[in-house]
Structures are given as C-alpha cells and as structure tokens.
C-alpha cells in the first residue's frame, strides 16, 4: 500500500530529525504505553521522570508531586494550561520532605533545566496516537513529549498542497475543541509540510501562527528544508526548555488572558541581549514598528530575573520617554506576569525606588531624570507654578535645567534668582541595567551623559523602531555599547506576517489664488507695518495657506470617500496626522459640516494635548467653552477636541470594532465603538497599538524617524487586513523615500561612530574659539562664574559682537550634540553649562534681539485673507494606484516615475528645495534661477506653457545648476565658498574678467581667512572689508563697493565650512 506525500515528505522526515536531536520514538499506529486512549500523560515515564529529577523524594511525595501534575485545576483550558506552566518552569510546587532527620521544605522539579543535565529529562516524539475526542477520536500526527508530558502538537502536510497551513491549522483547532485535555501540558502547536512551517500557541488565531526564519550565520549542516528549521529551532532540548521556561507569556487583553509564544526575531534578540549584558555590554536591538518590541523587553526582563544568568537579583529600568508610552510599558510587563514592576510617579519617588530595590522592575520616563520637585511634569520646555506675584519656571534649554525664579512688576514679569539644577548620583550598584524604549538623539540628548553620571554603573539597552541614522550622527552605538544586538527590519516583518504592507498613494489639492487681490489686501492690513514685521507676515501666510477653509474641505471630502471605499467597508478606521493642533481642529469642523451637509455619518474625535489657558490659545478657547457650557445649558456650543480627562478612554476604545454600542458585556465593558476616525498632530504617533487602524491620512511634513514611527500605527495586522494605507495631502514622497534609504539598515554603529572621532577635533576648536572671544574678560570663568557671566554680559551688549557670540555658540552646540555621550565630551560639559546659561540671561537682557512676534488678531486676519483669497478646486491624485514602500529601492523608482505629473511635481520641489537652500551660500547664482522659476510656474499656472516644455524648463534649470561647480573647478575653484564668490563677482566684472578678480580676493585676504574664528572677530571681519573695497573700488563706485564688499563677506561667512 502506497503512502501518502504527506506521510512521506514531511511526516518520515520530521520523525528522522527528531531522533538525530535526542529524541526517542515509537509508532503510535502500532504501540501504545497506555491503558486506554482518554489518557493523555504517559504516567510510567512521568513517574520515572520525577524520581530520577528528585532523588530525594520518597514514595508518599512522590504520589502527592504526580498527584499534583496530573489534577487539572482551572475553568478553562487556558487556565489550566497556565497552571500546569507553573509547575513545569519550577519552584511552584514544594513537599514537606525528612531531609537527615530534620522536616524540608523542597521544590519539586517536573523538568530539569540545567544544560549539564539536560539528558536526565525524556524526550520522545510518536506518530499517530489516537486519543479520545467529544465528536470522534483525534490522531495528530506527531506528539512531543517531555517526562511523559505532551508540549508539542504537530500536523504535517504535503508540500504540493495548495493551501497546506489552512488545512493543518484547522485540524490543530479542531484537536483543541474535541481533544482539550490533550492541550493541558501543551506549549507549541506546529503545522509542517516539508517547504514550510508555522508555529504558535493554544487558542491562538491562524493569523497569529509565525514562521521561523534563520539569519545566514544562524543556518546549521543538514537543516536544509523550511519544516527542518522549524523543528530544529523550535524542539532542539535546550531550545524547547528555553522557550518553556522563559518565553511563554500569559497575558491579559481586554479582560481575557491569551497565551503568547516568542517570534523567531524576540528570541535572538533577547538572548543575543542576554550574553552581551553578560559580558558587561550592553547594545541596540532595532525591530521596526509592530514587531512586538514591548514584549522583547518583557523577555529579556525575565532572563535578567532569571538565578541561572547570573545578574545577582537585579533592579531593571524601563525608561521611556513620554507619559503614555511609560504607562502603556507598565501595564504590559504587568499584564504578562512579571512581578514587583513598580511605575515611578516622580524624581523622589525614583530615587526612593533605586536606593532601597533590589530584584524589582521600575518604570519611569526619562524626564523624571532631570524634575526638581514634587511639582515638576513632563513638559519637556518650561512650566510655571504661580503665587501671589511670584512666578518659578523651570526652564530647559540644550537639556540644561535652570529654576528660574521671576516677580511681577511695572505689568511684566522680571527675573530676579536664576538656579542651575545639578543631578546627583541615584546608584552605585553594579546590578542595574537599564532598558530604554524608542531612544533617538532627538529625545535624549545630553541625559544620556546624566544617566551615566546619575547611574555610574548601569549597563544600558536601547531598543527602537527606526534604526541608527547617519544624519544626525546619533551617539548610540557608544552610549549603548557600539553595535546592534539585533535587528529586524521593515521588509522582513511583512514578509513573516507579522505587521502588513504599507502601500502609499499620494493626493494634492489643486489651488486657485487671487494673487493681485491677496497683496492688495495684505497692504491694506499691514503695509503700515516695518519690512521685517512684512516680511514674517508673508513667511506665516504661507505656512497658513495649508489651512484655507477651502483646501480643508475639499481634502476632507476626499478622505470621507476614500475612508468609505476602502477602510470602512472592510471594519477597519483611520487616523488623520495634521500640521499643528488648529489644523486639527479645522479638520474636525470640515467633517461635521459635511455630516450635517448628508455627506457621511462617521465619528472623527480630535485627540491633542491641552496645556495651560494663560499661555495655550488651544486651551485658553476650550476652557473658556466647558464654562460657558456649564453656565448656558440650553444654549451650548461645540467643543472640538476630547477633554484631556478622556483622553486615555477614548484612544482605547478606539481600538473597539464598529457595531451597537449599548451593547455592552457583563462586566460593564464597551464590546464596540464607532469612532471612524482619529485626528491627531503629534499624540498617538510614537507606541499608539491599534491593529484595527488601518489608513494614515497624513497633511504633515513628517521626516525620517518620526515619519517612520507615524506609518507604523496602520501596520499592524488584523483579521482581515491585507494592508494598511499611507494617504498623503502633504506631498512627503522625498521625505518618505529619504526616511527609507536612511532607514534602510545598511547603516552600522561603527559608521556612526567614525563619524564621532572625526567631530572631536571639531569640538575641540569650537570651544577655543568661543573661550578666546571672550578672553578680554578680567574674571575666572572657573574661580568666579557669576562675575563672568555678568561681565559676559556687559560685553556682548553691542548687537555685532552679540551675533558673533551667538553664532560660536551655535557651532559649539553642534559638536556637542554630535560627541556627547562619548565620555570624551564631559570636560566641555561646565562651559557648555556656561555659555548657554550666557546665551538665555542675553536673551532677556537684550529683549530687541527676540523674533518679531505675530499676535493672535494678526494671526486671525493672515487666515481669513488666505480663506478669502485662496481656493481649492478639488483633489489630484498623483498614482494610478497605491504603492508599496516595503521595498525602498522599487517604491522610490515607482513614486518618479508614476506619471508625468508625478514627475513635474516632484521636479517643482527639488527645485524650490535646491534654490532655496542655493540662495543662502550663492545668492548672485541662484537668485535669477529663483525668478526664472516662479515665472514658470506662473506660466503654467495660466496654461501659457505646457507639461512637456515645462519639464524641458525645468531640465534645463537643473542642467545650469550641475554645470556651475564644474564650471567653478574649470577655473580652478574647488571650494562652494570660492565657487560663491566667483558667481558675484560675475555680477561685477562680467565672465571674462571675474576670474582674475576671485583670485585677487582670495590672496588679498587668505591671511584673515586662515585666523581660527575669523567670522567671529570684528576686527578681521573690518580688516577684510578695506581689503575687499579696494579691489572692488576699481570696478564700481565706493559705496556701491562697500555694499557689494558686505554681501561678499555674508557669502563667505556662508560658505565658511563647504
């Protein structure tokens, strides 16, 4: 008789590599060590187990330890299941036992964990054993079992069967419903089919069954097919233990517990994470959003807990950095069981905590590092507590603390105590290692130096959703021990199933505005204005076109269509990413006059942060409406935003599914919510978890790793959800294809840290330059730095020399922020303290220096004229249809080559960017391609130009563009600041002439230019200027030279360090 492919291909192979791992084996079919088939243990073998693991045990404890394995207890088989969990990891179950003469107390072990002894324990696989079933009898095809315990259930399929999992796993179900005791030890559930292989736990969903996949170093001789890597990984004895003993998670959601098992990527990284603490480092573990990070920790938690790793007890730190993200950590590790896990609720609570725990679990935010009292929050700006006429702000700048104390007088408030916060050390101890959550150089900054002085001796494990990135030279690798633990990348967790496609589609809003009517307007508000206040007028009216009335609506018409075709239809909702919490608000005002139009019947709910009413429009509008309500009951108005109190309730029922909301469950819980959409601006972006969030409607310039970690909340799966979809109004495809290719993993920590070496040097000649600029000082900045600083002060009272200052500083700043923490930057750490401490008390003495301001009628009148004045004529998709960002290479060759007006769109703002930047350092070059190009765009907008010559316009542009630097190197200019000057003199001398005049320039004045800080001394800047107008002054007249001799200065300055 013939077998079946599925007994021959996968089920015989299966059986043979389990017995070259250890395993013993007999043939179900034939042989049975039971007495009947309602048993489900093996009891001989489990007896045998229990003595020869406990050879201590005498004949009545041992009856009383099998009694004990073997009595289910619990109502259900999850809850059995996690009882008998119990008992197998060990020291749950002990026995009074007479121990030479005298009554013990004694753990019983039921499997022993020691690698040394791993064999004293009885692994056996058997095929086609039937067992007893409530509809008929059920015969799995492998059973793996441990001291006569079944732990593993396999079913096995043909490889040329077109929907092997499907099949496999709804026999694994059907087991589980009709042969439930079976299930009571059980701690895998497998389906192979020689080609594949998918794993997971009891109760558990099809979609939640993962493969395993293996790195290249990580393949083994001879485990060849997808079925051998499974079983091999996964039942190899001291795996199979691991995996038991410390990666089984019990945890509960909404209300109901749910066994979890490990992906492939979480037990690399935490064992990875494990042996590298061990040897005193620590790492970064970068898994991209939605691959279950928060349950990596969790794990790598337990093992640091763990007696037989040898941390000695240890106190982990869970640190993140926001409010939310600290209580959604907290509530996790407690939901998966992990004990003593206490949340820090301030700076003395911290400090309580880290003094006195030993072995326990704290969670806090990294703010509670730098608060300094019971008052502090976790605004990381400034916040103020007022009394009476006194005021105290605590006031962060480059992540230097100051409790500045101020009093009210003559209407305004005037500083009279400044007082640098200094941290002290928290703890000593060796055995402390801390876990940071989603750490980026943006959130952490010099803290990290802090902690290393607050926390001398821990070792410290960072784990992030986007990986290190080159361009702001984060400090990671150093901070965190110089390489990465792990990774896993976007491309590998879709491909694993374990978060969904993300596929990108990308929508403009056509604008029509009345130009000539729009400035004759804004000249009648505000001509009488100076030209700066002009000036920033115009800069804001163009951040406020993205608010018009009518490009909202139309935008807002486009998303309730695309939410009713593609999201809603399948149950699935939305978010909306806005520009600014009064983007926000507008959006949800578009909605609600469209649902009162008929237009749609959805939920949208605004969910922003509200601060303080005195110093918060947002806040000071939305009190004002809660009391006017509260006084006018029959007579209430709207209130646009989610009351900060219902914040938490809201985001979480969010995650609800749509349905009758009064329909709720016995316990009083919500089982539904028609919340269609949410709409955000930066709350929800970072560690939001809402797997039924399947659309980003994005109107946000969103960069690099915050654009990464706002995509990642629609990539989580869910029944059902084949993708999740990136909608964006904004037009952030180079941002997104820039985020992709920073992103992309090729970038190593060692990368990073060349780049810290190179800087030091840097570091080093920006603090000389900033203490020689103010070497005329008479005081010690060391001996008496209250007097420095006061003379400081009086020194830089003139506004050149105050430029100067700041502009030192700010290259100071610069290296900093790219060395620290590297322990190399700790001396620059007092004068860092310094001369920002310099910077803010000139701030407030030299009130003239502050940015003109824009008050809220200006700003109230900049938007009714851009509502006026600007209309939206609907919305243009630029795709024929979505596109897939997971491959960053094929996305960015699809989004520039979608269609001709993808390609003019993209060109217009490579352009508008390069230009721009351009007319910065090289102003004479680029400022006519800058008129040049807004004639052509106002061509094309009045159709007087079409598509084809208007790319041809723009080639052309681009090609004037690439020819400059080569142009500039023809004459022997290599430099942007010599290719800079060049191009004005140009503007001076014509083409033929301007040569020999750039090299008379730069021999005339390369002596200042080689003076260390020479854009920072006046009396070199005043020296090149005579130098400049006598070269000049042969060509135009004297004040013209001098004018011309400034604006070559500027260029300079510019092009200083290019």
Not at 21 to 45: A, M, N, P, V
Not at 527 to 546: C, F, I, R
Not at 939 to 955: N, W
């Amino acid at each position: 008789m013939s077998q079946s492919p599925e007994y021959t291909f996968s089920e015989v192979p299966a059986i043979e590599l389990f017995r070259k791992l250890g395993y013993q084996y007999w043939d179900g079919s034939g042989t049975d060590e039971r007495t009947g088939i309602t048993e489900i243990t093996l009891k001989d073998r489990l007896l045998q187990a229990i003595k020869r693991l406990n050879p201590w045990i005498d004949n009545n404890n041992l009856n009383k330890a099998y009694d004990k394995i073997t009595d289910a207890q619990g109502a259900s088989l999850i809850e059995i299941n996690q009882n008998f969990w119990e008992l197998l990891k060990g020291a749950a179950f002990s026995v009074k036992q007479v121990i030479r003469g005298k009554d013990e107390f004694i753990p019983v072990k039921y499997i022993e964990y020691d690698a040394e002894r791993i064999n004293d324990n009885d692994f056996l696989v058997v095929n086609q054993l039937k067992f007893h079933g409530t509809a008929r009898h059920s015969v799995p095809d492998l059973v793996v079992y441990v001291n006569g315990l079944p732990v593993g259930v396999i079913e096995c399929k043909s490889p040329t069967s077109h929907n092997a999992f499907e099949n496999a796993y709804s026999d694994l179900d059907f087991y589980q419903r009709n042969s439930e005791k079976l299930f009571y030890y059980n701690q895998i559930c497998a389906a192979i089919w020689e080609v594949g292989g998918r794993y997971g736990a009891i109760n558990s969903p099809a979609a939640f069954y993962s493969v395993y996949r293996l790195k290249p170093f990580e393949e083994v001789a001879g485990i060849i097919t997808e079925q051998d890597k499974l079983i091999y990984n996964l039942f190899q004895k001291e795996r199979l233990l691991d995996i038991i003993r410390h990666f089984v998670i019990f945890e509960v959601d909404e209300g109901k517990v749910i066994k979890k098992l490990p992906r492939y990527q979480q037990i690399r990284a935490t064992n990875n994470t494990i042996e590298k603490l061990q040897g005193g480092q620590g790492g970064v573990v970068w898994h991209t959003q939605g691959s279950g990070k928060s349950i990596t920790m969790a794990y790598v938690t337990r093992k640091l807990q763990a007696p037989e790793f040898g941390f000695d007890n240890p106190t982990v730190i869970v640190m993140t950095d926001r409010k939310d993200l600290d209580a959604q950590i907290t509530g996790t590790f407690r939901n998966v069981g992990l004990k003593n896990v206490r949340q820090a609720t301030s700076v003395r609570n911290l400090d309580r905590l880290l003094r006195n725990d030993y072995g326990g679990i704290i969670t806090t935010t990294i703010q509670k590092f730098q608060e300094v009292d019971k008052d502090a929050t976790d605004t990381p700006d400034q916040t103020e507590a007022e009394e009476e006429r006194l005021k105290v702000e605590k006031h962060i700048s480059n992540n230097v603390l100051f409790k500045i104390t101020k009093i009210a007088r003559d209407g305004r408030w005037e500083e009279i105590e400044r007082e640098e916060v200094k941290l002290e050390e928290l703890s000593d101890k060796k055995n402390l290692y801390v876990l940071v959550d989603e750490a980026h150089r943006s959130q952490y900054g010099f803290l990290a130096t802090f902690m290393r002085s607050v926390l001398p001796h821990a070792k410290f494990v960072a784990f992030t959703g986007t990986p290190i990135s080159k361009e702001d030279k984060s400090t990671l690798g150093e901070f965190y021990g110089g390489d990465y633990l792990d990774t896993y990348t976007i491309k590998e967790a879709v491909a694993d199933g374990a978060t969904v496609e993300l596929l990108y589609d990308e929508g403009i809003a056509k604008l029509d505005v009345k130009k000539d009517e729009l400035d004759a307007e804004f000249h009648e508000k505000f001509g009488h204005e100076s030209e700066k206040k002009q000036e920033l007028l115009k800069d804001k009216a163009l951040k406020t076109y993205q608010f018009s009335a009518s490009r909202i609506g139309e935008i807002s018409k486009h998303i309730i269509n695309h939410f009713q075709e593609k999201i809603y239809s399948n149950g699935n909702k939305a978010m909306l990413v806005c520009d600014g919490r009064f983007g926000a608000i507008r959006y949800k005002q578009a909605f609600e006059a469209l649902r009162a139009e008929g237009y749609h019947d959805f939920d949208a709910k605004v969910v922003v942060s509200i601060g303080s009413p005195k110093t918060d429009e947002v806040a000071e509008e939305y009190y004002k409406t809660v009391e006017w309500n509260k006084n006018h009951p029959h007579d209430t108005q709207p209130i646009w935003v989610v009351a900060p109190d219902d914040i938490k309730q809201v985001t979480e029922d969010y995650k609800l599914p749509f349905g009758d909301v009064t329909d709720i469950e016995k316990s009083g819980r919500k089982k539904f919510d028609n919340t269609a959409i949410l709409i955000v601006s930066d709350m929800l972006l970072t560690g939001y978890d809402a797997p039924i969030a399947s659309c980003l409607y994005l109107d946000k310039p969103l960069k690099e790793h915050n654009l990464l970690q706002a995509i990642a909340r629609v990539n989580r799966s869910r029944k059902g959800k084949a993708a999740g979809y990136i909608v964006d109004y904004f037009g952030i495809s180079a941002f997104l294809i820039q985020s992709l290719e920073i992103f992309s993993g090729d970038i190593r920590p060692n990368d990073i840290l060349k780049n810290i070496n190179e800087e030091y040097p840097k570091l080093e000649l920006n603090h000389n330059k900033l203490v020689d600029f103010f070497r005329p000082l008479k005081a010690d900045r060391h001996l008496d730095r209250n007097k420095y600083v006061d003379e400081a002060l009086r020194y830089i009272e003139p506004v050149d020399k105050r430029d100067n200052f700041k502009e030192l500083l700010k290259q100071f700043n610069k290296s900093v922020a790219i060395v620290l923490p590297d322990v190399k930057a700790i001396k620059f750490l007092d004068d860092f303290k310094l001369y920002n401490e310099i910077k803010l008390r000139a701030k407030n003495a030299y009130p003239d220096d502050e940015e003109l301001k824009i008050t809220k009628d200006e700003s109230q009148m900049l938007q009714t004229l851009i509502d006026t004045y600007l209309k939206s004529e609907g919305i243009e998709s630029l795709l024929n249809e979505p596109v897939s960002i997971i491959d960053k290479d094929k996305f960015k060759e699809e989004i520039l080559n979608a269609s001709p007006a993808t390609t003019e769109l993209k060109m217009r703002n490579n352009l508008i960017h390069v230009i721009k930047v351009g007319l910065e350092k090289n102003p004479d070059f680029y400022r006519p391609l800058a008129e040049r190009l807004e004639q052509l765009l106002k061509e094309r907008k009045e159709d007087r130009i079409t598509q084809i010559s208007l790319l041809k316009a723009f080639a052309d542009i681009q090609d004037v563009i690439a020819n400059e630097q080569r142009e500039g190197a023809s004459k022997g200019f290599i430099t942007e600041q010599q290719v800079a000057v060049y191009n004005t003199m140009k503007t001076i001398y014509g083409a033929e002439d301007a040569e020999a005049a750039t090299n008379a320039l730069f021999d005339n004045i390369t002596g200042e230019l080689e003076i260390i800080g020479w854009e920072a001394k006046g009396m070199v800047l005043h020296e090149m200027e005579k130098k400049i107008i006598s070269i000049l002054k042969d060509k135009i007249d004297r004040p013209a030279a001098k004018i011309k001799a400034k604006e070559l200065i500027e260029v300079l300055k510019r092009n200083k360090h290019a």
